[in-house]
């Protein structure tokens, strides 16, 4: 299984950046997808995740500023990010998620992807 981000970068305060992580090994369709990052000296938190059916969620701090979602043909999830600040810096992984109807959970994570916002 792999998961390879890409799309990271230096950007300006209020600028934007299009995260992607391309899926292989799994059959993506039956995961769901999410973005976690992680800033210096802080713990991994959930920045935003997109289900199997399409719904999603966002961390208070990123809603209105940044849109998961997800090609099912392309194997990919994308995370937009607008109106970047520099509490956004952060390295961002990739994480995929399955439950099965039995309780087994498959979990795989990317190699993640530095954001940095300059002020």
């Known amino acids: 299984v792999q998961l390879v981000e890409s799309g990271g970068g230096l950007v300006q305060a209020g600028g934007s950046l299009r995260l992607s992580c391309a899926a292989s090994?799994?059959?993506?369709?039956?995961?769901?997808m999410a973005w976690y990052r992680q800033a210096p000296g802080k713990e991994r938190e959930l920045v935003a995740r997109?289900?199997?059916?399409?719904?999603?969620n966002y961390a208070d701090s990123v809603k209105g500023r940044f849109t998961i979602s997800r090609d099912n043909t392309k194997n990919t999830a994308y995370l937009q990010m607008n109106s970047l600040k520099p509490e956004d810096i952060a390295i961002y992984y990739c994480?995929?998620?399955?439950?099965?109807?039995?309780?087994?959970?498959?979990?795989?994570w990317g190699q993640g992807t530095q954001v940095t916002v300059s002020s």
């Open positions: 997109i289900t199997t059916g399409g719904g999603t």
């Open positions: 090994g799994i059959i993506f369709s039956n995961y769901d």
């Open positions: 994480n995929a998620h399955r439950r099965t109807q039995s309780k087994a959970e498959f979990d795989y």
